[in-house]
């Protein structure tokens, strides 16, 4: 049997500091921030009516410069987008005036 060797340096380890910049803490923070779907207005979806939530998603699909698709499917998909990732905490009267947008959306581009 093979001695055992004793070891001179410490268990306890310095933390390691990353040289990497922080990453947003979820995924759906980093798409938003990041993806080529819209630059939206901050706050839009805590707006109070559903044709101010859809008014400027429009606006905001029309200027933007880093969307890949049309318009109105990279507003609607923002917005689902959003519905989606709240999930079961989303209010029901903030799901219900966000569900409204998506009808007002249509009404936006005319496509009732």
Known sequence: MAPVRK??????????????????????????????????????????????????????AEHSSRRKAGAYRSALSMLTFYINRAGKALPKTERTRLERAKVELKRAFGRE
């Open 7 to 60: 070891t001179t340096h410490s268990l306890k380890t310095a933390p390691r500091r990353s040289t990497r910049r922080a990453t947003p803490k979820r995924w759906s923070q980093r798409v938003t921030k990041q993806s080529d779907a819209l630059d939206l207005k901050q706050g839009v979806f805590k707006l109070t009516s559903a044709k101010k939530i859809a008014a400027s998603l429009k606006r905001s």
